[in-house]
């Protein structure tokens, strides 16, 4: 995971900066949650689209009432696309969000051999693009960018969902400013 670049315009550096430090997520005290996520877990188990978009509907207005938020919508597609890039680099598509229409889209099969999405990769998808959401939603942030911040509250809203204790992230500074995640400092914990 690569950090976005600053933004050009100088009246969103402000933003910018917030949304890099801002680095936590109150989180629910109870597990609706983890429940919730839960039934996404078994509607994926089913490998079919209407109770999988049922279930992540549900765990958006689970998201949305504990935030305090609209309730985003969610298209569940099917088979990822493919984005190609000049240079011939192509990568899969998980999930968007769109500001505009408050939409969350996301796949349940990979492009190429059309399995169904692990759910770790899937819930974590959702909670990312839900964490967009949150940026205009409840931060009042003018764009959503990958910051640390962005990526730190993401992690601790999948770590709720799964279920499992949150890991602190370790970042290293690449030579055009941008971070990226040191997962071995990661993975060990210090
Ligand atoms: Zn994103």
Not at 14 to 25: E, I, M, V
Not at 50 to 75: I, K, M, N
Not at 98 to 121: E, H, L, N
Request: positive net charge.
């Amino acid at each position: 995971m690569v950090t976005d670049r600053g933004p050009r315009k100088p009246a969103l550096v402000s933003d910018f900066l917030k949304s890099d430090q801002n680095c936590s997520l109150s989180l629910p005290s109870d597990d609706r949650i983890t429940l919730a996520a839960r039934s996404v877990e078994s509607s994926l188990a089913t490998a079919a689209i209407p109770p999988v978009r049922d279930a992540c509907a549900a765990l958006a207005s689970v998201f949305a009432g504990f935030y305090q938020v609209e309730t985003p919508s969610v298209r569940v597609l099917a088979v990822r696309p493919i984005r190609t890039w000049e240079g011939g680099w192509a990568m899969e598509l998980f999930g968007d969000y769109d500001p505009k229409t408050r939409v969350i889209r996301v796949w349940t099969k990979t492009a190429v051999r059309k399995q169904v999405t692990s759910f770790g990769t899937f819930l974590s998808t959702l909670c990312h693009e839900f964490c967009h959401h949150l940026d205009y939603q409840r931060f009042g942030y003018r764009d959503t960018w990958h910051t640390r911040g962005f990526y730190e509250r993401s992690a601790v809203l999948y770590h709720n969902a799964r279920g499992t204790p949150a890991k602190r992230l370790f970042w290293v500074e690449m030579s055009d400013g941008r971070w990226r995640i040191d997962w071995q400092r990661t993975k060990r914990g210090f």
